[in-house]
């Protein structure tokens, strides 16, 4: 019995051990080299080993912890959606005119995303009796998550009407929304929320959590490491540093804490970064 006892703990242990191993490195990515060597560049290559790098690193914690999934708050609409946006982001960036970005399908970064995403799904398919059990309030969640976005945009919209330098009228808003809406909604979740959300708002709050942190403290450190995480704004564009990214941090945490889902803060990051500088621009008409 002891030696049962001990094996499990060890194996505990063990377990433990590669989650913060894959989240350290994970942070170190994100704030270390995106964060900080941003400051210098926004060169191509630089977000592109950000993007595939965190993908890999967050396929191999969602396997080794896909038994344990719900504990950071990952449910399976999200895994899904992590497991699709991610790839279809690259043909999106395409569709745009973006085909000399390294991201843009059919490159080898792209197609790397695109073997990362099949691994997962197959990973996922082969381990499926593992997986959290598909609940139908996933979807009210992201629902949720939408609304969210829309009010953070809308009541951020005044600060950020003064980093811009062009204005939007109501038709040219309406335009764009009609036009451009939903892709700019499916490539953000993809770009943004993929990269970001499992990490801040899953990963690193389910690990603090299991060695007694309490929600509170781990909702203002993830705010605080997300602030960071940005820290290529500050001269750049310090409203976004000082007021957008922490309010957004706040309100993607405080959504992912009380719906104990990553499907939610990823609808509303979408939401938010598709929509944000449009509102932004249209506040701007209104003022000048």
């Known amino acids: 019995m002891e030696t ?12 433990q051990t590669i989650t913060w191993s894959l989240i350290g490195i ?7 080299i995106l964060g900080v060597v941003g400051i210098f560049t926004s060169a191509d ?14 396929a191999l914690f969602l396997w080794c912890e896909i038994k344990n999934l719900k504990e950071f708050h990952v449910d399976t609409l999200a895994l899904l959606i992590l497991i699709i946006f ?10 745009w005119g973006g085909s000399n ?3 843009a399908y059919p490159h080898p970064a792209a197609l790397l995303m695109w073997a990362i995403a099949l691994g997962l799904a197959i990973a996922c398919w082969i381990r499926r009796r593992d997986l959290p059990r598909f609940e139908w309030k996933s979807l009210g969640f992201f629902g949720i998550g939408i609304l969210g976005g829309l009010l953070v945009g809308i009541l951020t ?5 003064f980093q811009l330098q062009e204005a939007l009228s109501p038709a040219q808003f309406w335009n764009i929304v009609k036009e451009q809406g939903l892709l700019m909604f499916l490539y953000q979740i993809g770009y943004a929320g993929a990269a970001e ?3 801040f708002r899953g990963f690193m709050w389910g690990a603090l959590r299991k060695t007694g942190w309490k929600d509170v403290w781990i909702w203002l450190l993830q705010a605080g490491l997300f602030m960071l995480a940005h820290i290529y ?16 941090a706040l309100a993607l945490g405080l959504v992912a804490w009380k719906t104990r889902s990553i499907s939610s803060s990823l609808a509303m990051h979408g939401t938010t970064n598709a929509l944000g500088v449009m509102w932004g621009g249209l506040v701007k008409y209104f003022l000048k």
């Open 197 to 199: 959300e499992p990490l």
């Open 86 to 95: 991610k790839p279809v982001q690259t043909l999106i960036l395409k569709l």
């Open 233 to 248: 704004y500050l001269w750049r564009a310090p409203i976004s540093f000082f007021v957008l990214v922490p309010v957004g």
């Open 45 to 58: 290559w630089l977000v592109t080993l950000y993007e595939v790098g965190t993908y890999f690193l967050t």
């Open 101 to 103: 970005l390294a991201l």
């Open 157 to 161: 919209a005044i600060p950020m009407s």
């Open 26 to 32: 994970m942070l170190i990515l994100r704030i270390g």
């Open 4 to 15: 049962t006892v001990g094996g499990i703990a060890r194996a505990g242990r063990s377990r």
